[in-house]
Each structure stands twice: as C-alpha cells, then as structure tokens.
C-alpha cells in the first residue's frame, strides 16, 4: 500500500478540486488560486494518514508526511493541466 499512497491522494485531490469548482462555478478568483489549495489539500490529506494509518505512508516524522502530501497535491494540478492541454490540440 506504501507505493500506492501517491497517486491515490492525487486522485482524491483532484476529485476534490473538482467538486470545489463544480460549487463555486468556476469562479475566477477561486482559478488563481487552485495551486495552492490543491498544495494544502495534499499536505491535510497526508497528514491525516499520516497520523489515521501510519503504515500507508512509508515515512519517519510528519515532516516527511507533509513533503509527500505537497507534492501529491500539486501533482493533481499537473495532472488536470495534461490533460486539458491534450483535449485543447
């Protein structure tokens, strides 16, 4: 389950940012800052494994935790990114 954490809090954050835009309509402030909720989003998500089900994360301290989760988070961004650039060709 270690190697699986990954890429399952990205899914969860990018459903999750999704659900927020389907709510706030796409509001364009909200837009600008996606990044950073998508960031916080991944840190909460890993922390909250971190501290619910330990042996998920492969790692030593929170610090570690939150690192994972940041770039889990931002990766979700990335991903959505992707695949509108290849539905925009």
């Known amino acids: 389950m ?4 990954v890429p399952i809090i990205t899914c969860v954050v990018f459903f999750v940012l999704e659900f927020i ?3 706030t309509k796409s509001n364009d402030t909200f837009k600008k800052f996606i ?3 998508s960031g916080f989003l991944g840190i909460g998500f ?5 501290y619910v089900a330990p042996s ?3 790692v030593e301290n929170v610090v570690h935790a939150v690192m994972i ?3 889990s988070g931002l ?3 990335g991903t959505h990114q992707i695949f509108k650039q290849i539905v925009k060709e």
């Open 2 to 5: 270690q190697t699986a954490t």
């Open 75 to 77: 990766a979700a961004t």
């Open 56 to 58: 998920s994360l492969a």
């Open 21 to 23: 835009k389907l709510l």
């Open 35 to 37: 990044p950073v909720v």
């Open 46 to 50: 890993a922390v909250m494994l971190y």
């Open 69 to 71: 989760g940041l770039a």
